[in-house]
């Protein structure tokens, strides 16, 4: 079975600066796909970002943008200038390539300072 | 435009009385999924549809069924909700053959 690791329950950044958030995955599958979800308080959990296993290169959109080290199973999310608005939980979730059910790290609760 | 719309937002049930959850979608995904999420936790899938067909997750409690009886629709019934399991519940629709789910804003239930 899949497993997704997020070691860090907690992390605060000060606005404008960089962060990253970090997840591992464990499968023993070849073809699966990594996301960040964004949840922020009482509102719906929205795609911040995606990774295809079979592409090299990293995902980015916008602000964000990924750290996919496939061999080490790693999948950091790079939040850049961060805004107040990013404050949220975060979570990081693997789909395998056989079918479409989402995997779940446990999450990480982001605040920004002002 | 909401996407995908749960009611109600917040719901009180007594220990023991049924209670059902809903959620309805305007994108016309084929597939819907029902997931439980405690406080602090990560989102726990509890069955999903595809199309027609139900797919139940193997530790998923009896306690809890579920009904599509269109596309557009699926509902949550929790037969006689415990203490247990209060939580919020996310209702996802996905188009088949596509990358991402699209959630909704969540139930969250109070047993009492």
């Known amino acids: 079975a899949q497993t997704v690791t997020q070691s860090q329950p907690e992390m605060s950044v000060q606005e404008a600066e960089t962060v990253t958030l970090s997840c591992t995955y464990d499968t023993s599958e070849s073809d699966y796909y990594l996301f960040w979800y964004k949840q922020p308080p009482s509102r719906q959990m929205i795609l911040v970002i995606r990774q295809e296993a079979y592409k090299q290169q990293n995902a980015t959109e916008n602000r964000f943008s990924v750290n996919f080290q496939k061999a080490a199973k790693s999948f950091s999310l790079k939040i850049s200038d961060s805004q107040l608005g990013d404050a949220a939980m975060y979570f990081c979730a693997y789909r395998s390539g056989a079918n479409s059910k989402l995997t779940f790290g446990k999450g990480i609760t982001l605040s920004v300072r002002p | 435009d909401a996407m995908v719309i749960q009611n109600p937002r917040y719901q009180v049930t007594q220990f023991g009385k049924p209670v059902t959850l809903s959620c309805s979608q305007t994108l016309n995904h084929n597939v819907m999924y029902w997931y439980q999420q405690k406080s602090s936790q990560a989102p726990k899938l509890l069955f999903h549809?595809?199309?027609?067909?139900?797919?139940n997750e193997a530790d998923t409690p009896d306690n809890f069924q579920s009904r599509r009886p269109n596309t557009s629709f699926c509902f949550l019934d929790i037969r006689s909700p415990g203490l247990g399991d209060a939580a919020m519940y996310l209702c996802a629709t996905a188009m088949s053959g596509f990358y991402e789910q699209y959630f909704g804003p969540g139930t969250r239930l109070t047993v009492t």
């Open positions: 549809y595809y199309d027609k067909d139900f797919n």
